[in-house]
């Protein structure tokens, strides 16, 4: 299991822009695909984001196309959820989570099997 804490969470204006960070620690998160889910009240739990092993390929939810940017810097054991143009919408507790090698592709939504705390993005209108 990898450990992960969010962090970078907090209250914005609509159109504002914020960083969400996640540090791995205990195991790399080299050779696994990475994503970051988010969970309104009231809703269930969606993938966000999602990065490939190598970095190489991304996935975006429709509605955060062209305003999200997930990343990752293996050497850091760190990966990225970059929000710009953030929308009262996107108020979410936003998680990040590791898929174990073999478990799908990074869009597939299961297989996410480490997952961090969760952080809170408040989006004010």
């Known amino acids: 299991q990898v450990q992960l804490v969010e962090s970078g969470g907090g209250l914005v204006q609509a159109g504002g822009s914020l960083r969400l960070s996640c540090a791995a620690s205990k195991r790399s998160i080299s050779f696994r695909h990475m994503g970051w889910f988010r969970q309104a009240p009231g809703k269930e739990r969606e993938l966000v984001a999602a990065?490939?092993?190598?970095?190489?390929?991304?996935y975006y939810e429709g509605s955060v196309k062209g305003r999200f940017t997930i990343s990752r810097d293996d050497a850091k054991n760190t990966v990225y959820l970059q929000m710009n143009s953030l929308k009262p919408e996107d108020t979410a507790v936003y998680y990040c989570a590791a898929k174990s090698p073999g478990s799908g592709t990074h869009s597939d939504p299961s297989g996410f099997g480490s997952w961090g705390q969760g952080t809170q993005v408040t989006v004010s209108s």
């Open positions: 990065i490939s092993s190598t970095g190489t390929y991304t």
